[in-house]
């Protein structure tokens, strides 16, 4: 049982930012790379920024520069930086964690409820 909640979703203003958390909690073992993905309405699930355990990090070139992905294993949590936000920029964003298990050693892929961003003015 592994459960992914986000947080910090809002209503801000072109320009403004905004600070996601993604904190991961349940029987894990270990978590390897993690993520965040957006949907906005009517288009696909695209990746946002990706961390792996190591610690690199990728992004899309549409936020690359605006937005910062960074983890904390003690407390088992991603985060997603937003800067410079834009309306082009509103969607459900989605945490995604790789993760095994104490109980079984094969890694899943897990996802977040999601949390709703809307860039308005």
């Known amino acids: 049982q592994v459960q992914l909640v986000e947080s910090g979703g809002g209503l801000v203003q072109p320009g403004g930012s905004l600070r996601l958390s993604c904190v991961a909690s349940g029987s894990i073992r270990k978590i390897n790379a993690m993520g965040w993905y957006r949907q906005a309405l009517g288009k696909q699930r695209e990746l946002v920024a990706g961390i792996s355990g190591g610690g690199s990090t990728n992004y899309a070139d549409a936020v690359k520069g605006r937005f910062t992905i960074s983890r904390d294993n003690a407390k088992n949590t991603v985060y997603l930086q937003m800067a410079s936000l834009k309306p082009e920029d509103t969607a459900v964003y989605y945490c995604?964690?790789?993760?095994?298990?104490?109980?079984?050693?094969?890694?899943?892929?897990?996802w977040g409820q999601g949390t709703q961003v809307t860039v308005s003015s």
């Open positions: 995604n964690a790789d993760i095994t298990t104490v109980n079984w050693y094969r890694h899943y892929d897990y």
